[in-house]
Structure formats: structure tokens, C-alpha cells
């Protein structure tokens, strides 16, 4: 990912050994790219999160309680929103971004209306998102995208192929800078 231009990874923790890669990222890379954890739901894990290196921490909901506890660790936080309740929710309890999910099931019509309230909120567009349809998420207002299989293929890894990696990595920083 990183020799195809991408600079932020999120480490979910329902993934086998997320916190040991969270650790073996932050480590080998020293600085050179961003390194969170996502899929956060407990108060644990955002300690383990934090205890492996988490620069960010990801929950998948807008939970008061969660984005509190994130906070006091001094960590930045991205929480997960459907609503305009929920992101009005994540907003007060001090959310720095919100990860709309499953962007999939709303469409990118569904960031060009809340973008009008939510006009100073940035959104990353989360679930579903692959290079047909990246852009369309982006220009209705999304300000980032989050991939996942998309991007990291098991099949990819399973068969070592690191370079269908790479490719599809600078296929969405493509499409990303394309916006900037």
C-alpha cells in the first residue's frame, strides 16, 4: 500500500493479529505513514488499540461514552455514522471525523444532502467503496474514502500478490488527488 502512494491505514481489530500489525506497522514504517485502529467497541479495546500504537482510533458507531474515553487518551477520532442524528451525536461528544457507513447503502447522493448542514464536518465514505465509484462519493462531498477487501484482497495476499496491491493503492490515490 505504502509503494502505492497511500500514507493512513486503519487496522480493524476484528482482522487476525490486529494488534501485533498495528505494532509491526508502526514500527517498520518509523513515521512514514499514519497508523490507526478501527472496528473499536469496548472500552479494552480502545486501551489495546492504544497500548499497540494507534494514532487514530475508529468506532464504528457514534456511542458518547466510547468517543469520550478516545479523547482522554489524546488520540484523534473517527466515529461512525448512518443519521443525521448520529452525526449530530459524534459531533457533540467531540468526533474529529465520521466515517459514514455503509456509504454502499446510502449512495453518493446521500453526501450532497448532509454536506448542506454538515457543511464544516469532513466525512470519509466507508463501505463498499472500489474504483468505479470512488469518485462519485468524493465529488457529492465526501472528503476521503476508506477501502477495505477492495483494496487489501485476501485473495491478493493469500497468493502473495503484493503488486495487485500496489496498483489498486495508486488506482485510489489517483482517483483521490484528482479532488485536491
Known amino acids: ?3 502505492g502512494g497511500i500514507r493512513v491505514v486503519e487496522i480493524t481489530l476484528n482482522s487476525a ?11 517498520t514504517m518509523r513515521g512514514k505513514m499514519v497508523c490507526g ?5 469496548t472500552d479494552k479495546t480502545i486501551d489495546d488499540a492504544a497500548g499497540a500504537g494507534a494514532q487514530f482510533i475508529s468506532c ?49 447522493d446521500y453526501f450532497k444532502q448532509i454536506k ?3 457543511c ?12 468505479e465509484n470512488a469518485a462519485r462519493f468524493l465529488k457529492a462531498g465526501a472528503g476521503g474514502i476508506g ?10 495476499i493469500r497468493e502473495n500478490n503484493f503488486d495487485a496491491i500496489k496498483e ?5 490515490v489517483e482517483i483521490v488527488k484528482s479532488f485536491m
Open 147 to 156: 477501502i477495505g477487501n477492495n483494496l487489501v484482497n485476501p485473495r491478493f
Open 168 to 172: 489498486a493503492a495508486a488506482k485510489y
Open 37 to 41: 485502529a478501527g472496528t473499536v467497541m
Open 120 to 131: 464544516d464536518q469532513f466525512f470519509f465514505a466507508v463501505g463498499g467503496i472500489n474504483t
Open 17 to 27: 493479529d490486529a494488534l501485533k500489525s498495528i505494532t509491526a506497522v508502526r514500527e
Open 60 to 108: 464504528i458507531h457514534s456511542d458518547s461514552r466510547i468517543i469520550a474515553k478516545i479523547s482522554e487518551l489524546d488520540k484523534a477520532i473517527i466515529a461512525g455514522a448512518f443519521t443525521p442524528t448520529n452525526i449530530i451525536t459524534a459531533k457533540e461528544f467531540g468526533a474529529d471525523f465520521i466515517n459514514i457507513f455503509p456509504s454502499i447503502t446510502l449512495g453518493p
Open 1 to 3: 500500500m505504502f509503494d
Open 116 to 118: 448542506s448542514p454538515f
